[in-house]
């Protein structure tokens, strides 16, 4: 099993810059990958970023050269630095874990982009 946890989030303005963080407990020295996932009102969970044990990380299209996602792995914990923020990036903001075989998600944290 593994827990996570978020922490982060919040309202900025366009242009502006949060950091999201993702603390994971439990049996976590198993964890595969960690990433970054989103969900806007009426719209599908989309990924975001994600990063590899080893620091290998991939992006959406739509988050390239703003979002930077990095981890450190003594504290199992990932983050997402998230700048020059567009209003379509507001949404919950998800962190999951693959864990073996399975995934494990996090509670959520609000990223709202005024303009």
């Known amino acids: 099993q593994v827990q996570l946890v978020e922490s982060g989030g919040g309202l900025v303005q366009a242009g502006g810059s949060l950091r999201l963080s993702c603390a994971a407990s439990g049996s976590s020295f198993s964890i595969k990958y960690m990433g970054w996932y989103r969900q806007a009102p009426g719209k599908q969970r989309e990924l975001v970023a994600v990063?590899?044990?080893?620091?290998?990380?991939n992006y959406a299209d739509s988050v390239k050269g703003r979002f930077t996602i990095s981890r450190d792995n003594a504290k199992n914990t990932v983050y997402l630095q998230m700048d020059s923020l567009k209003p379509e990036d507001t949404a919950v903001y998800y962190c999951?874990?693959?864990?073996?075989?399975?995934?494990?998600w996090g509670q959520g944290t609000q990223v709202t982009v005024s303009t």
């Open positions: 999951k874990a693959r864990h073996y075989e399975n995934d494990y």
């Open positions: 990063i590899t044990n080893g620091g290998s990380a």
